[in-house]
């Protein structure tokens, strides 16, 4: 059972270049989150979906962009990169029920130069 | 409002120790406050969870204390590990969404 995968683990862009942070679940979970993590600050969330088709924004979603067309996957899109959106970019998963957990991806680091 | 404050940045324990980290929240509609561990290079792993309706939680070697009133909940581990090194937020959730707070990073020294 692979849980969260999160492609590519790491990338160098340079500014005004675009990419998309590939996330995908195998656990059939209905809820999907992206996160960015900045050095001694936590994680603070980009978007989430709570099902195929449906996305939502969370406290810093400028400048990105989210599509869920399956279950599966919850890719994440750069569209004009910049040195403010060097960080460590988590995705995550969930059933979304009471107590269930977050499972997260191990990360893509990403460096705008 | 949306904040959850933690504390302390960093902190250092003996083997054997005890750790407390502790978070403080504003909104009284969270309804739900994970703590993960996170190594380094890797995500963030859930490892204890509590409900406002509860005020102690306990799980092996690790306690959460919660205090409604205060608004304010805590992670102790007892018996530290050189294992245990690692950072650890703590979070709330309302409504799907989680709030974390900045992180702390233990260090238990062997």
């Known amino acids: 059972n692979a849980g969260v995968t999160q492609t590519p683990k790491f990338r160098i862009l340079k500014i005004g270049q675009s990419m998309t942070l590939q996330c995908t679940q195998d656990m059939n979970h209905n809820y999907m989150y992206w996160y960015r993590q900045d050095p001694g600050m936590g994680l603070k969330l980009i978007y989430y979906?709570?099902?195929?088709?449906?996305?939502d924004k969370g406290e810093v979603p400028n400048g990105y962009n989210v599509s869920r067309s399956t279950t599966e996957d919850f890719p994440l899109r750069l569209e004009l990169a910049a040195p403010s959106q060097t960080s460590v970019y988590f995705c995550?998963?969930?059933?979304?029920?009471?107590?269930?957990?977050?499972?997260f991806g191990d990360g893509t680091r990403l460096s705008i130069l | 409002q949306q904040q959850v404050k933690q504390s302390p940045q960093s902190l250092i324990v003996q083997k054997g120790g005890i750790s407390i980290i502790n978070c403080a929240y504003e909104?009284?509609?969270?309804?739900?406050f994970p703590w993960y561990q996170q190594f380094p290079g890797k995500g963030p792993a859930l490892l204890i969870a509590i409900r406002p309706d509860v005020s102690e939680k306990k799980e092996g070697r690790f306690t959460i204390s919660f205090n409604k009133s205060a608004k304010q909940f805590s992670l102790h581990i007892m018996d530290s590990q050189p294992g245990d090194s690692a950072t650890y937020f703590c979070?709330?959730?309302?409504?799907?969404?989680?709030?974390f707070g900045t992180g702390t990073r233990l260090k238990v020294l062997a």
């Open positions: 909104n009284t509609a969270f309804d739900y």
């Open positions: 979906s709570v099902g195929a088709g449906i996305t």
């Open positions: 979070a709330a959730r309302k409504t799907l969404k989680y709030i």
């Open positions: 995550a998963s969930s059933y979304g029920r009471s107590n269930q957990p977050q499972h």
